[in-house]
C-alpha cells in the first residue's frame, strides 16, 4: 500500500472492497472501519487493515445522519499461509 504520506506492505495481499453505506432511518448511524471483517472459506476472518484505510485516505470512523449516504474502500489484508507474518 502507498500513499501519499505513507507505505505499509501487506502480510499477504490487499483487498480492497468498495462500501456505500445509506442511512434511511431517524437517528445517526455510526461506522467502524476496525468492525469490518472478511469471511473467506480458505482463509477464515479478516479483520479491516486500519493502516491501509488510513494511507488511501479512507474514513476509519464516520458518523451517518439522516438520509446520508457515502461511497468508500475497506482494505483487508488477506493472509498467505505460507509466509510468516512480518510484524
Not at 482463509?43 to 488510513?54: D, I, M, T
Not at 470512523?61 to 505460507?82: C, G, K, M, Q, T
Amino acid at each position: 500500500m502507498i500513499g501519499a504520506h505513507a507505505d505499509w506492505l501487506a502480510d499477504g495481499q490487499y483487498c480492497r472492497f468498495r462500501l456505500r453505506l445509506g442511512n434511511a432511518g431517524l437517528q445517526a448511524q455510526q461506522y467502524e472501519a476496525a468492525a469490518q471483517e472478511l469471511l473467506t472459506e480458505a482463509h477464515g476472518s479478516s479483520r479491516a487493515n486500519l493502516n491501509a484505510v488510513q494511507i488511501s485516505d479512507q474514513p476509519v470512523s464516520l458518523e451517518l445522519r439522516r438520509s446520508d449516504a457515502h461511497e468508500f474502500d475497506v482494505w483487508f489484508d488477506i493472509p498467505d499461509p505460507w509466509r510468516t507474518p512480518s510484524r
